[in-house]
């Protein structure tokens, strides 16, 4: 079942629920509102008649010997002469006079088959000297009846009954019932339309949002969005929720995407690394295998050997990359800046005696790192200011609010702007590629070990005037 349809089920339901009791609490005050009314005039025409007649009970007029208060049963038209009592009676209402007993002592047109039913139960009541109130039926006609008694002396004396019909008040009441009923069903029914419309409106985005989610797990097109217009409601929080997770699932998705293009560059470029290397040593063995001269074997070897370190360097770069990107844990403690920094400069300075590398390192601070990756970086960063420069190489180090920064800085030919959006890439040697050494892998492999120890690399250079590489860690 679509939330589409239980909303509408639920709201024509509440609705359903409303009207069945606004229509029972309407039934109920009309019913009970209509009894109040007969009863009122009931009880008013029964008011006149019991003072009319007590009033001729007390003329004494013809005796009974049994009853000799009480006067004896007469035509209605000989009981009320010289009253108006009756005469001002509603229409189809009717009137009793019984005695004490029950007995029917006067009636419209003197016939005893009009009698109204009157109860053991409500004889004893008006005996008591307590009014009464009953429904039967007459004729097959349902009337009210109301009994007061005319008490005289402490005892009833007579008992004053007057009746009405409440068919048509029935009928009325039947008939606002199945009105009631009618019209609950019509409301209902179009309550439900406009319910079902109203839903369809409403959950109009949220289809929208399940139409493109479809279409985006199909084509994996991540730059679409859910149009939604609509006020900041939960509607409208759901769409803005839906379009940042877009935007997040397709940062995601490109970043995948760069990282699959990037191990596809990858792994071509050490395989044209090893190729070269590989292919150098294959060619060397198939010399000696045709039994070279002496010269040409020492030469032969001196060849191998020189690929074979090249090798071992390419495969540990690769290996220590690889660490990396694995997410290696590096050591979290407290190192101190100045000896590290001395002692990679002096073994930068065994790699080219000739080249002075000047220093500028602040006593006595000390970072959080981690001290052979540090160590490592130096290194890195200090082989290739030897190999893209000719003039003074100079490192500074000094603290700077909550950091430490480290500065190596050379004096080469620099890095041109397009060059430097590739300077982290891997195996990437920008126009120097032939004539330099190396494998274009040691910046991406400082750059993963700063970034392991929570510190930052920034490289600013202009070409003719060199570069500088500036590292950044916390105290």
Same mark, same amino acid.
């Given at each position: ?19 069945? *009791?606004?229509? &029972? &609490? ?7 509102? $209509?009894? =109040? ?11 006149? !008649?019991?003072?009319? &007649?007590?009033?001729?009970? $007390?003329? %004494? ?27 001002? #009676? ?6 009793? *006079?019984?005695?004490?007993?029950? =007995? ?20 004893? $009541? ?18 009210? !009846? ?35 009923? &009618? ?7 179009? @309550? ?23 279409? /985006? ?11 939604? @217009? ?9 769409? =803005? ?18 990282? #699959? ?31 070279? $001269? ?5 030469? +032969? ?10 090798? !071992? ?23 101190? /800046? ?15 005696? @000739? ?11 000390? *970072? ?11 290194? +890195? ?12 190489? =100079? ?5 700077? %609010? ?20 590739? !300077? ?6 920008? %126009? ?5 050494? %190396? ?31 500036? #590292?950044?860690?916390?105290?």
């Amino acid at each position: 079942m679509s939330i589409r349809l239980r909303l509408t089920l639920i709201y024509s339901a509440i609705l359903t629920l409303t009207l069945f *009791i606004f229509g &029972v &609490v309407l039934y109920s005050f009309q019913a009970q509102d $209509t009894l =109040n009314a007969l009863k009122n005039d009931l009880y008013k025409s029964s008011e006149r !008649i019991a003072e009319d &007649v007590a009033r001729a009970n $007390t003329l %004494g007029a013809h005796p009974d010997d049994n009853h000799p208060n009480i006067s004896p049963p007469r035509k209605f038209d000989e009981f009320s002469e010289g009253e108006n009592a009756f005469q001002d #009676l509603r229409e189809r209402e009717i009137v009793r *006079i019984l005695d004490g007993d029950g =007995n029917l002592l006067a009636s419209p047109f003197g016939r005893a088959e009009d009698a109204i039913p009157l109860s053991d139960e409500g004889l004893v $009541t008006l005996q008591s000297a307590q009014e009464w109130w009953e429904i039967e039926s007459i004729s097959d006609e349902e009337m009210l !009846i109301y009994s007061r008694p005319i008490v005289q002396g402490g005892e009833t004396v007579f008992i004053v009954q007057v009746a009405r019909s409440i068919i048509e008040r029935n009928r009325t009441l039947q008939s606002l019932a199945t009105t009631l009923g &009618v019209a609950g069903v019509i409301v209902v029914l179009l @309550a439900f339309v406009v319910g079902w419309t109203l839903s369809g409106i409403t959950l109009r985005p949220i289809n929208r949002i399940t139409q493109a989610a479809q279409e /985006i797990g199909e084509k994996r097109d991540f730059t679409r969005r859910v149009d939604y @217009a609509g006020p900041e409601d939960e509607v409208g929080h759901l769409a =803005n929720t839906f379009n940042k997770m877009l935007s997040r699932l397709q940062d995601a998705y490109e970043k995948v995407e760069y990282s #699959l293009e990037m191990q596809r560059n990858f792994v071509a470029d050490v395989s044209h690394e090893l190729r070269t290397p590989l292919t150098t040593l294959r060619g060397n063995l198939g010399l000696l295998r045709r039994k070279p $001269t002496a010269e040409m074997q020492d030469d +032969i070897l001196v060849d191998m050997v020189d690929e074979s370190d090249r090798l !071992i360097r390419l495969v540990n770069d690769l290996l220590l990359l690889a660490r990396a990107d694995a997410g290696r844990s590096l050591a979290k403690e407290r190192i101190s /800046i100045q000896p590290i920094l001395e002692e990679s400069i002096r073994q930068a300075q065994q790699l080219n005696a @000739a080249r002075n590398i000047a220093s500028n390192i602040a006593q006595n601070i000390s *970072i959080l790192g981690d001290r052979d990756a540090l160590k490592q970086v130096m290194l +890195i960063l200090l082989d290739n200011a030897l190999k893209h420069s000719d003039g003074e190489i =100079n490192i500074t180090a000094h603290k700077m %609010g909550a950091q430490v920064q480290i500065r190596v800085q050379d004096y080469g030919s620099g890095i041109s702007l397009e060059e430097m959006e590739h !300077i982290f890439e891997r195996f990437y040697r920008g %126009g120097e590629a032939p004539v330099t050494p %190396g494998f274009g892998l040691g910046l991406p492999i400082a750059k993963t070990l700063v970034e392991g120890m929570n510190g930052e690399i920034e490289i600013e250079s202009e070409e003719g005037k060199g570069s500088e590489v500036t #590292l950044r860690f916390l105290v």
